[in-house]
């Protein structure tokens, strides 16, 4: 019997997978099938709605719940977790509790027994809290649920849901020695969670991205909404307060406020939008034949429902303001493309400023091509290490020595910094900053977690 909140940390941390590969493709699939149906496949008991992609996959489920929460119960599952690894499930915005956490895993562990005398073996620590996430929504009750893909898509332990909508933020390179070394073959994954007759919500730019997502639409007769093309959104104004856009779909909203910076942010909201205009307009369909039956009702959402959701929407980690003076910005990008578009949102919202930057970034990153985006508006950085244990295993960051190397064979003109200990590295950034610099901590979900606990407890 588990009684305390760090015990069932410690036991769902002893279902961390080694070595990792034993946990992907068809047979981790297969196994999170198994693991869901002896717990009655509380994923079929309410509508879902499923969010993959390489980039705001994330912020896009966060928004869509915070629209859909003012007005139903909505869960929401998401991960990796900053702080708490009880993140990753809410309901109307809300972690769940210790209590109900303790609760959760003291009921799941009968069924992780049950596993591990079966032919799949015993889960991993992510499919266990998807499972969790799953009955903890089944018995909350839950109006509606939002999943966003843990990593790829057709063998993600997320993928035994049957959504309503799927939705597609983008396709990039991440996860490459994984999913494959192109666009394409990362597509042909991600292209997974789209499931036969259901709505499907596309960011995708790349023409031949954009191919394989109709390719797959066709075969499994899923109704495509393509960004550009079906829906769209012009900007009016961004500033560090947030921004104001209008969206054009199947209904257009003029003015619509959303706190969270960046352009990305605003197309992660248009995707949102779409999503909930397609579950708006269309009768929630049956799960599977032994699931939920269809009501033949819609969820409906109106104008001020979706401006309202828009207005709360908040997400940590991401573009967020943790201190004013000296101004503290935290965002986990993590990838190529995620360091762009913070890259693009810094330089919308602070035109020509330079910035001090405390980076870490985990070893299997293309961490050349990162510093390469932030170099240009840097004028310090500040270089840390993190290691950590997380659902895939041990996390390690990049030698603050071959950071500094990267960054010097780039030619960076501005002071370079290191300190492997991220306490130290946060303290000497605050010191070092003017009253009027700005503090930009990136480069890992993981590292920003750690700043984020650290600035909230920072008493200077």
Request: hydrophobic residues 40%.
């Amino acid at each position: 019997m588990i009684r305390t909140f760090p015990q069932a940390v410690k036991f769902l941390e002893s279902f961390t997978p080694a070595p990792r590969e034993k946990f992907l493709g068809p047979i981790a699939l297969k196994r999170m099938q198994y693991l869901a149906e002896i717990m009655g496949s509380s994923q079929f008991s309410y509508p879902t709605i499923h969010v993959g992609g390489t980039s705001g996959k994330g912020s896009t489920a966060t928004i869509i719940a915070s629209i859909l929460a003012t007005k139903y119960k909505v869960g929401l599952n998401t991960s990796p977790h900053l702080e708490k690894i009880s993140e990753r499930i809410k309901i109307n915005g809300a972690d769940i509790s210790d209590t109900d956490f303790i609760g959760l895993i003291n009921e799941l562990i009968p069924y992780i027994e049950k596993m591990k005398i079966s032919k799949y073996g015993k889960p991993s620590t992510f499919e266990i809290t998807i499972a969790g996430a799953f009955l903890y929504f089944k018995k909350k009750k839950v109006d509606v649920a939002v999943f966003e893909v843990g990593l790829g898509g057709a063998y993600d332990g997320t993928n035994v849901i049957r959504p309503e909508v799927a939705i597609l933020t983008n396709v990039g390179l991440d996860h490459t020695e994984i999913l494959g070394g192109t666009v394409e073959k990362i597509a042909k994954d991600k292209v997974g969670i789209i499931k036969p007759g259901i709505q499907v919500i596309s960011g995708v730019k790349q023409a031949s991205v954009k191919k394989i997502v109709q390719e797959k639409c066709k075969r499994q007769n899923a109704k495509l909404s393509l960004l550009g093309r079906d829906f769209n959104y012009q900007i009016k104004d961004m500033s560090e307060n947030g921004s104001t856009f209008d969206y054009f779909g199947e209904k257009n909203y003029r003015s619509l406020s959303l706190p969270l910076l960046g352009e990305h942010q605003i197309e992660n909201a248009a995707l949102a939008i779409r999503a909930i205009e397609k579950l708006s307009n269309y009768p929630i369909i049956p799960a599977s034949p032994v699931g939920r039956q269809s009501t033949n009702q819609p969820i409906k959402i109106a104008n001020k429902e979706i401006r309202k959701g828009l207005k709360s929407a908040f997400i940590p980690g991401r573009m967020e303001v943790v201190r004013k003076n000296p101004l503290v910005i935290l965002d986990g990008a993590h990838n190529t493309d995620k360091v762009q578009a913070l890259v693009k949102a810094f330089g919308d919202i602070y035109p020509g400023k330079k910035t001090i930057f405390l980076v870490a970034i985990k070893s299997d990153k293309n961490a050349k091509e990162m510093l390469k985006l932030i170099t240009p508006i840097s004028k310090k950085i500040i270089f840390t290490e993190f290691s950590m244990m997380r659902d895939q295993g041990k996390i390690e960051s990049y030698n603050v020595a071959i950071l500094k190397t990267m960054v010097r064979v780039l030619k960076f003109k501005g002071d370079i910094t290191a300190f492997k200990d991220i306490q130290e590295a946060v303290r000497q950034a605050l010191s070092l900053a003017k009253k009027d610099d700005l503090i930009l901590v990136t480069g890992s979900l993981y590292l920003v977690g750690e700043v984020r606990r650290e600035i909230m407890n920072y008493k200077v």
